[in-house]
């Protein structure tokens, strides 16, 4: 996984109609009955699901059919499909919201869920600046950062694969391993006193690749929301610069406009 450095593809649907259509009623009416079927039917989180065959004749429904309301379930994190595998149970969902306008840390946003965040998979280097990083740093190619690489866990499941890097001169190699506590923002603001006071973000939606898929285990080609961000000094001086993958279903952001 290239960790300084990851197209965007967006779907909107609607429905204006005051009653359900005749396509959308089968529809409606195979979802109550899987969802029944998984609450009553003694299927546990990581429980396959009957075949697709099976399954369409269990609820009366054509496989196309089935297959949208699989799509559907996915992408509400009900159920984890699995390519060539089969259809599982997915673990509950823990969902994550947070504001964007609203500079916080996912401990911040968890702290008031009386939630802990786990860190897995914690890498901490100093590499030189590769070009999209210095660019977003304004600083020289080659400049050494500190690269920080870590997945996220609430309740031993994965909502986030993060990479951060900041100028060494900044912090230190030693110093971050020191102290860091997972999230760069918190260790920057309490352990090296610095005034963040903004974030750059741009917000995308991307594609898992099979580094990100096995690191937040979600499938190949899994929609992942992205947030890339440099963190600001009340200086406008950039500081950090961010990489931050969540998987949707389980973390939400909102954004409130005036």
Do not use: C
């Amino acid at each position: 996984m290239g960790a300084q450095g990851r197209a965007t593809k967006t779907r909107t649907t609607g429905n204006t109609r005051p009653s359900p259509t005749p396509r959308q009623q089968p529809f409606d009416r195979a979802r109550e009955a899987l969802l029944a079927l998984i609450a009553k039917g003694g299927y546990r989180p990581g429980d396959q699901l009957p075949p697709e065959p099976e399954l369409a004749r269990q609820l009366g429904v054509s496989r196309a059919t089935l297959r949208e309301l699989l799509r559907t379930l996915e992408v509400q994190g009900v159920v984890l499909r699995r390519r060539g595998v089969g259809t599982f149970v997915n673990t509950p969902p823990i969902t994550v919201e947070s504001g964007l306008e609203v500079l916080e840390s996912l401990e911040d946003v968890m702290r008031r869920r009386g939630k802990e965040v786990q860190t897995q998979d914690l890498r901490i280097v100093e590499e030189p600046a590769l070009p999209k990083a210095a660019s977003r740093l304004g600083i020289p190619v080659g400049t050494p950062l500190v690269i920080i690489t870590r997945t996220r866990m609430v309740d031993n499941i994965p909502v986030a694969w993060m990479m951060d890097a900041l100028p060494a001169t900044i912090m230190s190699l030693e110093e971050v391993q020191a102290h860091f506590t997972g999230s760069l923002l918190e260790t920057m603001r309490q352990w090296a006193h610095l005034q963040i006071a903004y974030a750059y973000t741009h917000v995308l939606a991307v594609d898992a690749d099979e580094e990100l898929a096995t690191a937040l285990r979600v499938p190949v080609g899994k929609s992942l929301l992205f947030l890339e961000q440099v963190l600001h000094n009340t200086d406008n001086q950039p500081m950090a610069y961010g990489r931050h993958y969540f998987v949707p279903g389980l973390v939400r952001f909102h954004v409130v406009r005036r």
